[in-house]
Nanobody, 125 residues
Framework: QVQLVESGGGSVQAGGSLRLSCAAS????????MGWFRQTPGKEREFLAA????????YYVDSVKGRFTVSRDNAKNTVYLQMNSLKPEDTAAYYCAVRTVVGGTLFSSGDYNYWGQGTQVTVSS
C-alpha cells in the first residue's frame, strides 16, 4: 500500500522560507511522477510542481517558478518542496501526490493516484 506523509508546514512571515517534505512508502518501484498541490477553502486543488521519480525532471507552474524548488532523495523515498520568498497568497494546505502510471497530465489532480494528508502553510504579512 502506498502511503505519503507530508511535514514541514507552519507559520512564517512574508518573505520567509519553508521546506516541505513528503515521505513515501510502499511500492516505490511503481512511482512515475510526484506532484505538489495546494488548496484553500472553497477552491480547487492547484498544481504547483512535479518531479519525475526516475530521472528527476522538474516542472513548475508559472506562479511559483523562481521561488519554489522541488527535489527528491530516492534513497530516502522523500520529495521536498523548498519554498522561498513566501507571500500571504501562498497560505494554503499543501499536498503531495504520486502517479504510478506512465503518462497522464502534470496539472490535473485526477491524474495522481495517491495523496498525503496535507500540511498547512500560513504566511502572514
Amino acid at each position: 500500500q502506498v502511503q505519503l506523509v507530508e511535514s514541514g508546514g507552519g507559520s512564517v512571515q512574508a518573505g520567509g522560507s519553508l521546506r516541505l517534505s513528503c515521505a513515501a512508502s510502499g511500492r516505490t518501484y511503481t512511482y512515475y511522477r510526484m506532484g505538489w498541490f495546494r488548496q484553500t477553502p472553497g477552491k480547487e486543488r492547484e498544481f504547483l510542481a512535479a518531479i519525475s521519480w526516475r530521472d528527476g525532471f522538474t516542472y513548475y507552474v508559472d506562479s511559483v517558478k523562481g521561488r519554489f524548488t522541488v527535489s527528491r532523495d530516492n534513497a530516502k523515498n522523500t520529495v521536498y518542496l523548498q519554498m522561498n520568498s513566501l507571500k500571504p497568497e501562498d497560505t494554503a494546505a499543501y499536498y503531495c501526490a504520486v502517479r504510478t502510471v506512465v503518462g497522464g497530465t502534470l496539472f490535473s489532480s485526477g491524474d495522481y493516484n495517491y495523496w498525503g494528508q496535507g500540511t498547512q502553510v500560513t504566511v502572514s504579512s
